[in-house]
């Protein structure tokens, strides 16, 4: 799907650029923050409390091209992104359905239902390519909103679990007490993500710009089956950044 998306937009792309003028007057280069986390869409009622959560290395970097101006109000970009996408939680968790498979442990493989408290952490770097529509309020304020095709570079969701027990195969089996264990389960993460994007940018100055965007994973993040995970989880970020605006 994500290929049919790409050649999509490139299709597009050399449209707009044989039936226009294209016109690439400046560089944007921007550094900032991320706020968020891999989240579901809502939290499953099994999801009893979030005891703690972290951001892990938010740092999102990249280059914006605006390449073509449709209007004097309205105009296109792309560019190139390298964003870190992580966070660490703690959650107590009661009769949740997943798939088993502690490391080091006889519980690997089985479907059951997890009692107690799990720590997850996850740690993902995407390269993305994004596509922006730009529309200028003033020669202060714009918005912008668009997607992006995400690739991700390395990935990594790990955790454990203390004070819990297990039932495997059904909730009514016995319980299995488990006082500490650990999972990785890194391999089963998405190696791309498509996202879409809406926010705002404040020119300071003519050199210099702060903005901020919103982003929303479209695909689950964790590639595993319904039976293994019920719950699908998508990449939901606030990005807050300073740009430099670098004209040619």
Do not use: C
Not at 47 to 65: C, D, F, K
Not at 91 to 119: C, H, L, W
Not at 208 to 227: H, K, S
């Amino acid at each position: 799907m994500i290929k049919y998306i790409l050649l999509t937009v490139v299709a597009v792309l050399v449209t707009v650029a044989t039936h226009a003028q294209v016109q690439i007057d400046r560089l944007v280069i921007h550094a900032g923050l991320h706020m968020g986390g891999v989240t579901p869409a809502s939290i499953p009622r099994e999801i009893r409390s979030v005891e703690s959560y972290q951001p892990l290395t938010p740092i999102a970097i990249g280059v914006e091209l605006p390449f073509y101006q449709i209007n004097n109000k309205l105009s296109l970009s792309t560019g190139l992104n390298l964003v870190n996408k992580g966070m660490k939680t703690k959650a107590f968790a009661e009769n949740f359905k997943a798939m088993i498979d502690f490391e080091d442990t006889p519980y690997q493989n089985f479907i059951g239902y997890f009692t107690g408290s799990v720590r997850s952490n996850f740690n993902n770097l995407y390269l993305e390519l994004p596509v922006n529509l730009h529309y200028e309020i003033n020669h202060k304020w714009s918005i912008q909103g668009g997607f992006a095709i995400d690739r991700i570079l390395s990935r990594s969701f790990e955790g454990g679990v203390q004070n819990a027990y297990i039932r495997l195969g059904l909730p009514t089996t016995p319980k299995i007490e488990i006082d500490r264990a650990t999972f990785d389960v890194s391999k089963q993460i998405s190696k791309t993500d498509l996202t879409v994007h809406a926010g705002a940018v404040y020119a300071l100055n003519d050199t210099w710009q702060i903005r901020g965007i919103f982003n929303y994973g479209l695909r689950n993040v964790v590639d595993a089956p319904t039976e293994h995970l019920p719950i699908k989880l998508h990449n939901t970020f606030l990005t807050l950044a300073a740009g430099y605006v670098l004209p040619f």
